[in-house]
């Protein structure tokens, strides 16, 4: 039993470094320096845990964690996790925990905040309590928006800034990951690609993702949209129906209005 928990504990050390070196490779070809910036961020569990690291580890003056109760874990439990996570690392950033907050005061003097899960939503009473000139990082592509992370009418209205994230930059590329997680899935629900023939339910980004990705590996798609009678006409012929469209908020399947 001890050796087992010697292994995790190794394979758990070893993933900390990789991911902390390309942390800092990611930092210094950015030329990323948070200097004297106030950063709003969370902390939570896996590469979550993460997100204050890359805040000090870019000089930030102050570090502001929010951290939240989950259901597999306590705040408590995440926090004593991540300073044993920086327990070698050196920065001078000062960090400051809020557990399960009921007030944003503290919101008052942050120069950046993360649109991040612990955080959201940035409604109007906590955006009320920040200073103008506040940024406000997506975490995402613009044309992902969604109004239920951010009041960006108020927004507009406070002249707080709020900007998307550029996923398909050549360095990021996150997309093309998204192609590795869809042909996973798929591989994982026992089905193969190549020869098989596949219906995208998707009018956006994911869906052109999804049908490179197929493509790739010799699949063919008999169909992508949302119109219900192409999807009906198609789906005595498919292998599987991939749903990957992110904006839509109508039923798909089941009720009266929805799709199929």
């Known amino acids: 039993m001890k050796e087992l928990k010697k292994q995790q504990n190794t394979l758990r050390d070893n993933k900390t470094n990789r991911n902390i070196k390309i942390i800092l490779n990611s930092i210094n070809e950015l030329k990323l320096d948070l200097s004297g910036l106030t950063v709003l961020t969370e902390c939570g569990t896996n590469s979550y845990m993460f997100s204050p690291v890359i805040a000090c580890l870019a000089n930030a003056k102050v570090v502001k964690v929010i951290v939240i109760d989950t259901p597999e874990y306590s705040a408590e439990s995440i926090i004593t996790e991540f300073k044993e996570l920086i327990a070698d690392l050196s920065f001078n950033s000062k960090i400051e925990f809020f557990l399960n907050p009921r007030e944003y005061t503290f919101f008052h003097d942050v120069d950046i905040i993360t649109n991040s899960g612990m955080i959201r939503p940035l409604n109007k009473e906590k955006l009320s309590l920040c200073q103008k000139n506040v940024v406000i990082p997506l975490m995402y592509e613009k ?19 709020v900007g998307g994230v550029w996923e398909n930059h050549p360095r990021l590329k996150i997309f093309e990951f998204c192609e590795n997680l869809l042909i996973k899935l798929i591989f994982d629900s026992g089905l193969e690609i190549r020869e098989n ?15 490179r990705g197929i493509k790739k590996l010799g699949g063919f798609i008999t169909y992508i949209g949302v119109d219900s009678k192409e999807i009906y006409k198609n789906v005595p012929i498919v292998d599987a129906i991939i749903f990957c469209d992110y904006l839509n908020t109508d039923d798909i399947i089941g009720s009266e209005n929805s799709y199929l």
């Open 197 to 211: 023939r596949f219906l995208i339910f998707s009018t956006d980004e994911f869906g052109k993702m999804a049908a």
């Open 143 to 161: 044309w992902e928006f969604r109004n239920s992370d951010i009041d960006i009418n108020y927004c507009l209205k406070k002249g707080i800034k």
